[in-house]
């Protein structure tokens, strides 16, 4: 159980283009899902805490206007990066939390964003 | 200063060894703590939570020492597939996880 799936699992995009990531939780409702980016040798980095049919929490620093999220259901949330640019190559997770304290937040395999 | 901080590594060991991990954190309010493990190119995977009264979990035992601010992981009898990076990570509220940067293990033959 605890199932979390993310797709793309990687993509290529040129400057400029914009991009939409997808998280689902399988088998389970998830009350918040997270989205995090990673950057070589670097920590994950929490961007922003998305709940179902409400604005997405921002980090400070995460432009939200560039970083869109969009959670329309218990089940799905999507980061959609809009003009992309090569300083947007990362490593993007999304996790989804069962609600029942941080120890029930499952990760998503990640999407590997390549902007050329 | 950053939230959690680790000693990156990395830390080469014979397989057998005994290693031992340490990471400090400076949110006084933090009131969870937890080790996860991440492969390369991987989502990090939960190895498991500490508490103030130590825990342990077969080769791995856990502690926090909240008057210090500081958690440690120790890994006994290494396995070349403990090779890993090790990422310690404190709750703040809401449920949010603030990770250090890890600490990569490599276990030789």
């Known amino acids: 159980g605890a199932v979390v799936s993310q797709h793309p699992s990687w993509v290529i995009c040129k400057s400029g283009t914009s991009v939409k990531i997808e998280c689902r939780s399988l088998?389970?409702?998830?009350?918040?899902m997270f989205w995090y980016r990673q950057f070589p040798k670097q920590s994950l980095m929490l961007m922003a805490t998305?709940?179902?049919?409400?604005?997405?929490?921002?980090e400070q620093g995460v432009e939200k206007d560039k970083f869109l999220i969009n959670h329309a259901s218990l089940t799905l949330s999507t980061l959609t990066v809009t003009s992309a640019h090569p300083e947007d190559s990362s490593f993007y997770i999304c996790?989804?939390?069962?609600?029942?304290?941080?120890?029930?937040?499952?990760f998503g395999p990640g999407t590997r964003l390549l902007v050329l | 200063r950053k939230e959690v901080e680790q000693d990156p590594g990395p830390f080469n060991v014979p397989e057998g060894a005994t290693v031992a991990f340490n990471c400090t954190y400076s949110?006084?309010?933090?009131?969870?703590f937890f080790w996860y493990r991440q492969d390369c190119r991987k989502e990090p995977k939960l190895l498991m939570s500490?508490?103030?009264s130590g825990n342990e979990d077969g080769r791995f035992t856990a502690q926090l020492n909240r008057a210090s601010q500081y958690i440690s992981l120790l890994i006994r009898d290494s396995k070349l597939s403990d090779s890993a990076t090790y990422l310690c990570?404190?709750?703040?509220?809401?449920?949010?996880?603030?990770f250090g940067a890890g600490t990569r293990l490599a276990v030789h033959p």
């Open positions: 949110n006084s309010a933090s009131q969870s």
């Open positions: 088998d389970f409702q998830a009350t918040t």
């Open positions: 996790s989804a939390s069962l609600g029942q304290g941080p120890e029930t937040q499952y």
């Open positions: 998305s709940n179902e049919g409400s604005k997405a929490t921002y």
């Open positions: 500490v508490y103030s």
């Open positions: 990570v404190s709750s703040g509220g809401y449920n949010k996880l603030i």
